[in-house]
């Protein structure tokens, strides 16, 4: 055997020696981002899963994971750019990345092609059929829309989730008036909807509509008792606008039942002991918020002003800094 040969071997195994090291580490930090990800760690996941990737660049599955994670954590620039024109057979779960991305980006006419392409395999999908509706309708093709919406039962509920997909868009590029005007004819068509109430008082509420913030969310209440967003919203408006201590405790407690950790209930609920004279109460808690692992800094404000009404003015002090600091480190 030449010199030249054996010297070509030798590159060869180095060559497929580094190939095997790299399957192996993208493997390890592959199954480790998934960990991170069940696991509801999803900043760790997306590094693991980056880092997997350099290792691996061409894995349609790697990269189809990380744009998974991305796509739970809203990132959908990410998604876009991780899995377009980068896998050449999208499996079921990266068109669905990708439709649903496209479509919270405003690039109707992708989000479209995507659907399409979805409809094809997961045929006869109300749910699909109505968002592909809603996704020609906002890409200025009502035809198209109505065509679509022709494949489905006739019904008011049908046409008020299609409203609800219109809404939901337009409430996603800030287009406030737009997403009223689809949410209220969902509901005129529809009080079966839930969450649609309340994305209206919230909506309503940024209009500084209070009164019709209201209306919405009680009525989400009255359709999901359990929607603890609705119960802090509806919570809030008392506490903030309707003066009333009695009714806003009561939805707080509802929320919070709900949800134990719901940030903005724990602060409401704060409010309202200070206003209701109990600083012992509202210390209290804000100790169990605080305990609960809850680290915005109104938190430690309202503890500051218990502490300060229950004379205690050294810790007191304390909590304001501690406030004082978190505030600063906002953007």
């Known amino acids: 055997m030449s010199a030249l040969v054996v010297f070509f071997l030798i590159v060869s195994q180095q060559t497929q020696t580094e190939e095997n090291l790299r399957q192996s580490a993208a493997g390890v930090l592959s199954s ?6 069940e696991h509801r760690q999803a900043e760790k996941a997306i590094e693991a899963l980056e ?3 350099r290792y691996q660049p061409n894995d349609p599955g790697i990269r189809t994971n990380l744009a998974m994670v991305y796509y739970q954590a809203g990132k959908f620039p990410k998604v876009v750019e991780l899995l377009e024109a980068k896998l050449t057979e999208p499996s079921q779960r990266a068109l669905t990345a990708l439709a649903v991305s496209c479509f919270a980006l405003a690039r109707y006419g992708d989000s479209a092609r995507y659907y399409e392409a979805l409809s094809k395999s997961v045929t006869d999908d109300p749910v699909l059929l109505v968002t592909l509706a809603a996704v020609y309708q906002l890409g200025g093709d009502a035809d198209k829309a109505e065509a679509v919406l022709s494949r489905l039962p006739d019904t008011p509920l049908t046409r008020a989730q299609f409203y609800v997909v219109l809404g939901d868009a337009h ?4 287009q406030v008036a737009e997403a009223i005007a689809a949410y209220e004819k969902a509901v005129s068509l529809s009080n079966q909807l839930p969450g649609v109430n309340y994305w209206l008082g919230v909506l309503y509420s940024d209009s500084h509509e209070y009164g019709k913030a209201a209306a919405a969310f009680g009525r989400e209440l009255e359709l999901d008792p359990r929607n603890a967003e609705a119960a802090a919203s509806f919570g809030a408006y008392y506490l903030t606008h309707g003066n009333d201590m009695v009714r806003a405790r009561g939805y707080f407690e509802q929320a919070l039942r709900n949800a134990p950790g719901h940030l903005g209930a724990q602060l409401g609920m704060i ?32 503890k500051a002003r218990a502490l300060n009404l229950l004379g205690r003015k ?11 600091e978190l505030r600063s480190k906002k953007p």
């Open 32 to 37: 480790l981002g998934i960990f991170y990800y």
């Open 51 to 53: 880092d997997a990737l």
């Open 171 to 174: 409430r996603n590029q800030t």
């Open 314 to 324: 050294e810790e007191a002090q304390k909590e304001l800094d501690v406030f004082r």
């Open 271 to 302: 409010k309202v002991l200070l206003a209701e004279g109990k600083p012992a109460d509202a210390f209290a808690a804000a100790e169990r918020a605080l305990a609960g692992g809850a680290t915005d800094e109104e938190l430690h404000y309202l």
